[in-house]
């Protein structure tokens, strides 16, 4: 099991590129594979969780090239029929959207898929995707109580509209993806609304989709055009550096070609509202989503209250929120954030636990927690509930921790972000 040590506490600058955006990679490789034809993908993230989706395509069928000269990934579609049966049964990994978003194209299939996980993907509920995909006329069975593994017997769909009682870009996408294998129009209505990557790249597919407000509408049989796309990067990965810059004394950084799709956001928010002196540049729009190069200086932060719909927009970015809370001047306070409880770890009580090791005094709540910031954080042994926005959350921490910090258990940064501790060094180069 592999450890990574902080120590070094040099301020950061310099000029990174994130990696490329995890949820849009794994949207790529899904549409292109339904489409009729070959598209193109550039700057695919090469991380563990969308090289699940990608395996799994491959285990039905569906030729995909990725050894070509300038690493772009090229995917022969089959066109939404042309998926055959995996031998094998099909393990997502560690990757919840791997298998929410596959469990919305099995049900279309004509044939029955299992799909499985690590040990943290099996206690992940898929209750959100079998209820409305068994209402559309799949058969799912989860012989875990509506835990994975689960099995899909798919085809025969008819359209639903669906309230879904959470606020979930997986659950929302699972449904428009098994829309297309319905005739007519299917129709999804979240509580608030959540990152619209699906909608945007069906669009661009040729799909004829219908956005009022919290509702989308996809209308079946769909017919999906090959894509020539290029990924903009991850601003769930740039947010680390965000808040590192605005953290270590002296730092002052670039993060270049950055997605900044609104639905994914609310970091850049709060972190302003926190007094962060941090800039979206040279905004411009990159196969259909809002890209800028993000500067950060560093900034003393005050506490904050946290909660409505900035929680959403911010979902993935808790971790490291709560790292810059935890040197706020004053208390922050996150509420409406229960989600967090079912993401790759419980996010509430895994940051609870990890900063108070650290010397931080931290209240956990059912659906949040409220955080004491202090001057500094007392060096500590980490562990990282195999979580990778905790481990990369907790070596952000150990930059302004005396002393040396050590993280247990990060090979699970891999699964979004390989490379992030030497790109982190990097800025300490001067
Ligand atoms: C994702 C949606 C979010 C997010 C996850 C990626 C996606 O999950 O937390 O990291 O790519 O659709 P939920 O849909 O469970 O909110």
Do not use: W
């Not at 993000?294 to 929680?311: Q, T």
């Not at 208390?331 to 931080?360: F, H, N, P, Q, W």
């Not at 927690?369 to 907790?394: F, K, P, T, W």
């Amino acid at each position: 099991m592999s450890q990574i040590s902080i120590k070094e506490k040099a301020p950061l600058q310099g000029e990174l590129s994130p990696p490329s955006d995890k949820s849009i990679s794994h949207r790529a490789i899904i549409f292109s594979a339904l489409a009729d034809g070959r598209s193109l993908i550039r700057n695919f993230l090469q991380a563990e969780d969308p090289l699940r989706t990608l395996q799994a395509f491959r285990q039905m069928n569906v030729k995909i090239d990725d050894k070509t000269p300038n690493q772009e990934i090229i995917i022969h579609g089959k066109g939404l029929n042309g998926l055959k049966e995996s031998r094998d049964i099909i393990d997502c990994g560690n990757s919840g959207t791997t298998m929410r978003l596959l469990s919305g194209v099995l049900a279309g299939q004509p044939f029955t898929s299992t799909l499985t996980g690590d040990k943290y993907l099996l206690r992940r509920p898929m209750k959100r995707i079998i209820s409305p995909l068994t209402e559309m006329g799949a058969l799912i069975t989860s012989d875990n109580s509506g835990f994975p593994p689960i099995k899909i017997k798919g085809g025969g769909l008819k359209p639903i509209n669906y309230i879904s009682p959470v606020a979930s870009a997986q659950v929302k996408s699972a449904i428009l993806l098994a829309g297309l294998y319905c005739e007519g129009l299917t129709t999804i209505t979240e509580p608030e609304k959540s990152r619209d990557h699906t909608e945007r790249m069906l669009k661009a597919a040729g799909v004829d989709i219908d956005i009022r407000g919290l509702e989308v509408g996809v209308r079946g049989r769909a017919v999906l055009k090959p894509m020539d796309i290029t990924i903009p990067g991850d601003f769930s990965s740039a947010a680390f550096f965000m808040v590192a810059g605005s953290l270590v004394p002296g730092s002052e950084i670039l993060i270049k070609n950055t997605g900044i799709n609104s639905t994914r956001t609310g970091l850049m928010d709060i972190l302003k509202m926190m007094g962060a002196n941090i800039e979206f540049h040279n905004m411009r729009e990159v196969s259909g989503e809002p890209v800028a190069d993000i500067s950060v200086k560093y900034a003393e932060l005050r506490g904050v209250e946290v909660g409505g719909e900035l929680v959403l927009r911010a979902i993935d970015e808790f971790p490291i929120l709560c790292v810059a809370a935890a040197k706020a001047i004053g208390t922050t306070r996150i509420t409406g954030a229960g989600e967090l409880r079912v993401k790759e770890s419980d996010r509430i009580a895994a940051m609870a636990s990890e900063l108070r090791r650290m010397g931080v005094s931290i209240e956990e709540l059912e659906d949040g927690l409220v955080i004491e910031g202090r001057e500094r954080l007392n060096s500590a042994v980490i562990q990282s509930h195999g979580d990778h926005r905790i481990a990369m959350a907790m070596l952000i921490a150990g930059l302004i921790a005396e002393g040396e910090t050590r993280v247990e258990d990060t090979d699970c940064v891999n699964t979004s972000f390989p490379g992030f501790v030497e790109m982190l060094k990097g800025l300490m180069k001067r």
